[in-house]
């Protein structure tokens, strides 16, 4: 993951929803949904894939940590399919955002 200042926070931020979610794919779902609408999907799915990567890379190999880890990998299994159904039906559309994703509604 490079290092520049947005991607640095937006790494911190989907890791702190991440550990926040206690392992509920609908609760991170809400709080990206929330925080993130207009980040590139791509960025989240990018920042998912690290936070997965660091957690190994930080922890042991515990079940608060393994849960964590197996969600971002469905999560970011889940945004990418989305985001590339998007982008093949509306090509016009890229750079994908998470506001053009089927995301939870947070005021629901």
Do not use: C, N
Request: charged content about 30%.
């Amino acid at each position: 993951m490079t290092h520049d200042t947005t991607t640095r926070a937006l790494f911190e931020r989907v890791l702190d929803k991440l550990t926040r979610a206690d392992g509920s794919a609908e609760a991170l779902l809400s709080a990206l949904a929330l925080g993130d609408r207009d980040t590139r999907a791509l960025a989240v799915i990018y920042a998912l894939l690290a936070a997965d990567a660091a957690l190994a890379r930080t922890f042991t190999d515990a079940d608060l940590v393994r849960r964590d880890r197996a969600l971002a990998r469905d999560m970011a299994l889940t945004l990418a399919e989305q985001a590339d159904r998007v982008e093949a039906d509306r090509p016009e559309a890229a750079p994908v955002t998470l506001a053009l994703l089927e995301l939870p509604d947070p005021a629901a």
